[in-house]
T-cell receptor, first 113, second 113 residues
């Protein structure tokens, strides 16, 4: 079975540009999580969906960040406009047991210059 | 913000040695999970502990949840180079409900041959 799929794996963009990260969760999983990982702050939860509905978005840093889950098999995280401090590795994870037993994708390494 | 402190931050030991890493908080968790992350990949779940005082073993890895459910430890016996990675603990305060997981910053472990 395919795991969590994320695209792109790497993204380099200039400050001010819009960035869209994509995630396909494991089929049958009804919970989806977006995380950001940096050396300074570690792994931070940005937003958590359950059955396509956002449950906890308190980790979304500011209005420049938005996330959608239009159906059970696809989610996006958008940053507009991007800033250099958004540079990080962004992970998507899914689960069929709520916050337990999360399966992580390989991540998207974002660099904003 | 509910903090999880992991120690040590970095640990480098020789193959065959034993080691223990720690995960501590001032707050009580409904459950606690341990993940291992290798470079360029997402975290992979190792174990979930839910009962105070619980001990779980995974081959050479022994996980313990504190009696008060505020802390946890991971002990590795006869460490192997394949154990190298970033070990993350993650706590759940809401019993699998709305709050998602809080991750520690991790322990970077290097096992030298």
């Amino acid at each position: 079975d395919a795991g969590v799929i994320q695209s792109p794996r790497h993204e380099v963009t200039e400050m001010g540009q819009e960035v869209t990260l994509r995630c396909k969760p494991i089929s049958g999983h009804n919970s989806l999580f977006w995380y950001r990982q940096t050396m300074m702050r570690g792994l931070e939860l940005l937003i958590y969906f359950n059955n396509n509905v956002p449950i906890d978005d308190s980790g979304m840093p500011e209005d420049r960040f938005s996330a959608k889950m239009p159906n059970a098999s696809f989610s996006t995280l958008k940053i507009q406009p991007s800033e250099p401090r958004d540079s990080a590795v962004y992970f998507c994870a899914s689960s069929d047991r709520g916050v337990y037993e999360q399966y992580f994708g390989p991540g998207t390494r974002l660099t904003v210059t | 913000t509910q903090l999880l402190e992991q120690s040590p931050q970095f640990l480098s030991i020789q193959e065959g040695e034993n080691l223990t890493v720690y995960c501590n908080s001032s707050s009580v968790f409904s459950s606690l999970q341990w993940y291992r992350q290798e470079p360029g990949e997402g975290p992979v779940l190792l174990v979930t502990v839910v009962t105070g005082g619980e001990v779980k073993k995974l081959k050479r890895l022994t996980f313990q949840f504190g009696d008060a459910r505020k802390d946890s430890s991971l002990h590795i016996t006869a460490a192997q180079p394949g154990d190298t990675g970033l070990y993350l603990c993650a706590g759940d305060h809401s019993g699998g409900g709305a709050d998602g997981l809080t991750f520690g910053k991790g322990t970077h472990l290097i096992i030298q041959p």
